[in-house]
């Protein structure tokens, strides 16, 4: 049945006057069906039975929340960037492979008589200690080392040069007290005053600029550099590097060193340019007397530096390398969720001043707390989910205005209904409430669930979480609106105390604004409208699409607290103005053999890695596969490698050869280890490998010294880096290689595989391609649950307003609602990182809401002309609209005061989001109803 044809009157209702005259929200009866009279029949008894429903509830939910801390533990967010990797791609497959191998207990890389663990041996089971200080093996941090805990300072004026005798003094007197004692901050003052054989408090003119002159005379030294045996380009200068020909001077207690490397940006004095004396950025240290003492600095941050610059006479600082800001997240966390309390008591302010009830405000916000209660407990008992990253806090953020949005438009409803059937019995409001309501909200309840659940197919673990439990926190609060909510509201109407509202204050004010300025200032002026929101939305998919476009993050440090934060500021503004913070390492490459890229783990779950897979019948020992090996390395050998490295790790084959082959010299030798001809018999070179190759690099043994992973290790002249670009060539490349060598693999060697191999301990790993595949992953699924949500919305618009040309009238109103919001989030900076992707992904769901009220009164309008149904449509929902707008935009502006950056950014996407939809729907949508001619009104 058509909503257009839903104009009959039930026995219990008025007579109703025309659209024009009649109160706001006409109540527009439907012919009696199956489901209407099953919600009569719910009505009914919810009517009567209220007590019992809210008692129920209220047991149910208190039961629930019991059992999901009894039976599973609460969530810790000491590691905030947990599960913020990829699940169940290529790349991610190989790394926990190889993970389980480094791992696996039963396999060694060592013969039988020779004890040798591959991973760092720690106990799983224990407690480790946070602070350092508690391990006798920790010692005192190294400034050459680059691992003491750094403060970059500036003038405070800024662009001001440091290299004053006031300014260097003023540094050397910056002293830093914690709770194992006084810290004096090491700076540039003091090398330059160790240079000039004097104290920095004596220091003038003339000695920095004789320490100017040496650092000068000494800089082309710093800049010659060697390679170490890791393939790391290291200066000549530094404390462990042997170059010919360096001046004693240069070399002399590391000075020179220290003061390029650690503590001057890469602007002073640069290579080919070594005039440049001016200071601009410095870096001090503080040398802990127990190497990174996380407790310490966490003491000192919070004493001196919490949150902002620290400003002293002539300098500040103004960025933290402290290494703790994850350490600190929890606490900031639990924190800024007073801003999150603030926002929801004025969004129950608001619901009471605009319901003028306390009851129902209170019924309100209930129904929020309840809603993830219920969402939590499906989340961890029934669907068994153990992780809980901190993302799914930020749920409680979106539900308060969600829920409010609910609230005012059932409210609103209940109003209406109350005044149309003046007199009439509750139940009878109720059922008129609830045809309604239920569908409205049941539709734009499980169009944002949909848009939520589309991210758990993202292959991002935090994101997986956090669809799956704002989506089920949608549901839960929809099934609340639909039985607490209505319960509340007839006990309120029995017997709460209402007060009065601002239309008692104004009582023709909202009236008029909805009746008569809203329709004429979008009739009137409507080709003007069409052409400018058009505008909007085409722009905005030029930003999307053209340019900037979506950018993939280019920071490795996952931001958690705002821009300006003295610990983020290291990490987003001063970090890579250091040249001890550059990463100029070759990538190292391996070849796995017998190992299968497999990933057999809770996908959901980032603490589970699942267990080691092994190729069946892998054997190196084979003719055939030592043919094979031997060419194989002969082309890995030709490859565009490091020359200065050689290939050592797995690659015997050419070693044992000329061993096997040599002649036997005497009759002591093993007759099988010499005089061989190539290949080898599988017996004689099992047989003789160990003595030829006692250490053997690349061989994954088991307890029987059977060779069951063959691991071979190469340098590659690709260098290591952030950028997405880059790490996109090589990975590539290296791919293309391996699919046109890796061919006609023996059966015996299985299916090998390419990885840059990484450390590997028992409780971590540090992966090369980890974030690559990170951005590689968000930019592939992001457009697709961005696309799944729009299908999905369409869909329900399609199939709930019965008309085409409304629905297709809804989806270009959509469409040019997210175009703008998305373009207005990268014009202010936002990349596609986690936080944002999600955003991404869930304007759709937030932005369809009001699309459908307003179509669905249009199309329950019994007027014939489009003016009277575009005009009933904003007279119908406008108010409730505008109120639920309003109070989702200020849960937005009261997060910004918030540290934690999720809170922000979901705070700046909810203003965002709600005043494009509003202007969108309000404006835009209205407008495209007066081209409507498809809807007929039987009367």
């Known amino acids: 049945m058509e909503m257009s044809d839903q104009v009959k009157e039930t026995d219990e209702m008025k007579s109703q006057p025309d659209a024009e005259s009649h109160s706001p929200n006409v109540i527009v009866a439907t012919k009696p069906s199956r489901m209407s009279k099953v919600m009569d029949k719910y009505s009914d008894w919810l009517s009567r039975f209220y007590w019992l429903v809210l008692l129920l509830i209220f047991l149910l939910v208190v039961i629930l929340c019991v059992l999901s801390v009894v039976l599973r533990d609460l969530p810790g967010f000491e590691d905030p960037i947990k599960g913020f990797e990829p699940r169940g791609t290529v790349i991610k497959d190989r790394t926990l492979s190889y993970v389980n191998l480094k791992r696996d207990p039963l396999v060694r890389e060592s013969w039988s008589n020779v004890e040798y663990n591959t991973v760092d041996s720690f106990d799983s089971n224990a407690s480790y200690p946070r602070s350092r200080r508690d391990n006798f093996y920790y010692y005192k941090c190294s400034i050459e080392d680059a691992d003491c805990p750094g403060i970059v300072f500036t003038h405070i004026n800024d662009r001001k040069d440091l290299l004053t005798p006031s ?43 004789n320490g100017l002159n040496e650092l000068q005379f000494c800089a082309p030294y710093y800049y010659k550099t060697t390679t170490d045996v890791e393939g790391k380009d290291r200066s000549c200068l530094h404390p462990n590097s042997y170059c010919d020909n360096i001046p004693e001077t240069c070399k002399s207690d590391n000075i020179v060193f220290i003061i390029i490397h650690m503590m001057v940006g890469k602007e002073f004095m640069p290579d080919g340019d070594l005039d440049k004396k001016k200071l601009y950025n410095s870096m001090a240290f503080i040398e802990l007397n127990f190497y990174d ?39 900031y966390l639990f924190f800024d969720t007073i801003y999150l309390g ?108 949909a848009a939520f659940y589309a991210s758990a197919f993202s292959p991002i673990i935090a994101i997986r979480c956090f669809g799956v439990y704002a989506g089920t926190s949608i549901i839960a609060n929809f099934l609340l609106t639909i039985s607490w909510l209505p319960a509340a509201v007839i006990l309120n109407a029995k017997f709460g105390c209402n007060f009065c509202s601002l239309s008692k204050f104004c009582p023709d004010l909202l009236d008029n604004i909805a009746t008569s300025l809203l329709p004429k200032a979008v009739i009137k002026p409507r080709f003007i409208w069409t052409a400018l929101f058009t505008g909007l939305a085409v722009a905005g998919g030029i930003v999307i699409f053209v340019a900037p476009g979506l950018q993939k993050p280019t920071s490795s440090e996952f931001q958690v607290f705002k821009s300006d934060d003295i610990l983020e500021q290291y990490d987003l503004v001063y970090k890579n103005l250091f040249r001890f913070e550059e990463q100029g390492y070759s990538l190292p490459g391996a070849v796995l053999f017998g190992l299968q890229a497999i990933d057999n783990g809770k996908k959901w779950d980032p603490d589970d890695t699942g267990t080691v897979s092994y190729q069946s019948g892998f054997n190196i020992w084979a003719e055939d596969s030592q043919k094979w090996l031997q060419q194989f390395c002969q082309r890995l050998e030709d490859f565009n490698l490091d020359d200065s490295l050689d290939i050592t790790n797995g690659c015997f084959i ?3 050869k000329a ?44 307890q029987e010294d059977e060779v069951v992973v063959l691991e071979i290790r190469f340098s590659t002249k690709s260098y290591f880096s952030m950028e997405y670009t880059v790490m996109d060539t090589f990975w590539k490349e290296m791919e293309q290689w391996m699919q046109q060598n890796l061919v006609n693999v023996p059966k015996n060697l299985g299916e090998p595989w390419f990885i840059p191999p990484f450390y590997v301990g028992q409780t971590d790993y540090y992966d090369y391609l980890n974030f690559y595949d990170l951005q590689d992953s968000l930019a592939r699924s992001t457009p697709i649950a961005i696309v799944t949500s729009i299908a999905v919305a369409s869909l329900v618009l399609i199939f709930t307003q019965r008309n085409v040309l409304i629905a297709l009238y809804s989806i270009c109103s959509l469409s040019g609602t997210i175009f703008a919001t998305i373009g207005s ?42 003016e009277s149904r575009m005009r009933y449509s904003i007279k119908t929902m406008a108010l409730a609209i505008a109120f639920a707008a309003f109070s989702t935009f200020s849960v937005g502006a009261f997060m910004m005061a918030a540290t934690v950056l999720v809170y922000r950014q979901l705070g700046t996407f909810l203003m965002i989001v709600m005043a494009i939809s509003w202007l969108f729907f309000n404006i835009i949508f209205s407008v495209t109803l007066l081209f409507d001619r498809t809807t007929r009104v039987k009367v």
């Open 659 to 702: 061993y096997m082959e040599q002649p036997c010299e005497s009759s002591d030798d093993n007759a099988l280890c010499c005089n061989q001809t190539f290949p080898f018999s599988p017996e004689n070179l099992k047989s003789c490998l160990p003595n030829i190759l006692p250490d053997p690099y690349g061989l994954h043994l088991n």
């Open 342 to 449: 603030i926002a929801a008591i004025f969004v129950i302010i608001l619901i009471c001043f605009y319901t003028r009830s306390p009851l129902i405000a209170l019924a309100a916000f209930l129904n929020m707390i309840f809603s993830l209660t219920l969402a939590y407990f499906f989340y961890t008992i029934v669907f068994n989910l153990n992780f809980f990253p901190f993302l799914n806090v930020s749920t409680a953020l979106l539900l308060v205005a969600i829920g409010a949005d609910d609230t005012f438009i059932f409210c609103d409803l209940w109003d209406d209904a109350s005044k149309m059937l003046s007199g009439s019995p509750l139940n009878i409001i109720l059922r008129e409430t609830m045809r309604h309501a239920t569908v409205t909200m049941l539709v734009t309840s499980l169009t944002t669930a």
């Open 293 to 331: 003492d996380e407790e310490e600095l966490i003491d000192i941050y919070k004493d001196y530096f919490d949150k902002s610059s620290r400003a002293f006479s002539n300098i500040q600082a103004v960025g933290l390398n402290f290494h703790i800001k994850y350490d600190v997240f929890s606490e």
């Open 167 to 209: 300014n260097l003094k003023e540094l050397c007197s910056v002293e830093i007290t914690g709770s194992s004692g006084i810290y004096k901050v090491k700076s540039i003052g003091n090398y330059l005053a160790q240079f000039a054989n004097k104290s920095c408090s004596s220091l003038d003119e003339s000695d920095i600029e």
């Open 825 to 866: 989030l990268i014009l202010l900076g936002w990349e596609l990182n986690i936080l944002e992707s999600v955003t991404f992904s869930i304007t759709v769901g937030l932005s369809v809401d009001f699309t459908i009220h307003y179509g669905v009164a249009y199309l329950l309008c019994r007027n014939s002309d489009r």
């Open 654 to 656: 050419d070693s044992v």
